[in-house]
């Protein structure tokens, strides 16, 4: 099998992967609106977890496939590239102001699921257990969210517009979606994983990189929209939003259908993403707008990254640090 093949595999394995993600989540909308769901209501449930779904899919096909060092790696080298490179291109192509509220709650929230999700793979595995917790903790959140924004969605109840008769084409775009996601998870996790093996690189590094890089597209999609509309609220709101369903209900649900493990060089991807997290919340409370030379410096700190990633697998194995 040559690396063409496989990387053709991955290549068209993600690009149906995306498509079936965006499947989902416009038939999802639909009937959400035509049930009588408010805009926001379908934010916080079904685009969300449409944006996520990618990972979620691709997550789960690496563990049933006995790779669970890809499926650790592509929620953890999601995170990493939503804060760096998606934040970073959103505020070259326009600065970002970052609201009050996000800065002191939705952040926070972000990095102290962060650093929990840290502790649980602190000994190199995710259990059933532990994916149970990481589950709860999505509920939680959900709920938190919704409450917190109770008088928005009274608000916007009224606006919801139905469509009763397009209630079957709903229904095909969700079920062709998610038999979609799994076929794309499938291809895509096969090609990565033959990719890994061909090059000499640990499936983990290609999961943090080439696989995380792919699945946040629907991310960077969001973000440049919101970006050219102006609408820096949503631009960060979505990469908040995506890392903490990354952490609660990829990881968490993943472990439930297959308890991961990773190998331990596995901990400075981990240490990466916190050291990333850790670093947005500071600069946003010091300097709450990003400018283009923030978004330029996040860019080149992401591709710096890959390219330690890939050049230098014996370093971060062998290196001195120790962690999750």
């Not at 992401?302 to 120790?322: H, I, M, T």
């Amino acid at each position: 099998m040559s690396v063409l093949i496989a990387l053709v595999v991955l290549v068209v394995g993600l690009a149906v992967l995306i498509g079936s993600a965006d499947m989902l989540v416009r038939g999802s909308a639909q009937m959400a609106r035509v049930m009588g769901l408010s805009t926001f209501a379908i934010g916080v449930t079904v685009v969300a977890f449409g944006t996520s779904a990618p990972e979620l899919f691709a997550s789960i096909g690496a563990a049933l496939q006995g790779v669970p060092d890809l499926a650790v790696g592509n929620v953890v080298g999601s995170n990493i590239a939503n804060i760096l490179l998606i934040l970073g291109v959103g505020a070259i192509m326009v600065p970002i102001g970052v609201h009050q509220r996000v800065r002191n709650i939705e952040l926070p929230i972000m990095l102290a699921i962060s650093i929990g999700a840290a502790l649980l793979m602190f000994d190199h595995r995710i259990s059933r257990v532990e994916g149970l917790i990481l589950v709860a903790g999505l509920i939680s959140y959900v709920i938190f969210i919704v409450k917190s924004h109770r008088v928005e969605i009274e608000h916007e109840g009224d606006e919801v517009v139905t469509h009763p008769k397009s209630m079957y084409v709903d229904v095909l775009m969700i079920l062709g979606g998610i038999v979609g996601l799994g076929l794309g998870a499938k291809g895509l996790v096969w090609g990565a994983g033959e990719l890994a093996m061909m090059i000499g690189v640990p499936a983990g590094v290609v999961g943090t990189t080439i696989v995380a890089f792919g699945t946040s597209l629907p991310e960077l999609a969001a973000t440049v929209r919101a970006a050219m509309t102006k609408e820096a609220d949503m631009a960060v709101g979505n990469v908040v939003g995506s890392n903490i369903f990354n952490l609660l209900s990829v990881l968490g649900i993943t472990a439930l259908v297959h308890p991961l493990t990773m190998p331990a060089d596995m901990g400075v991807h981990v240490w990466a993403m916190l050291g990333v997290s850790v670093f947005l919340v500071v600069l946003v409370l010091v300097r709450p707008k990003m400018g283009r030379l923030i978004g330029v410096s996040f860019v080149v700190a992401y591709f710096f990254y890959v390219l330690v990633s890939f050049l230098g697998p014996d370093l971060l194995a062998n290196g001195s640090v120790v962690g999750p």
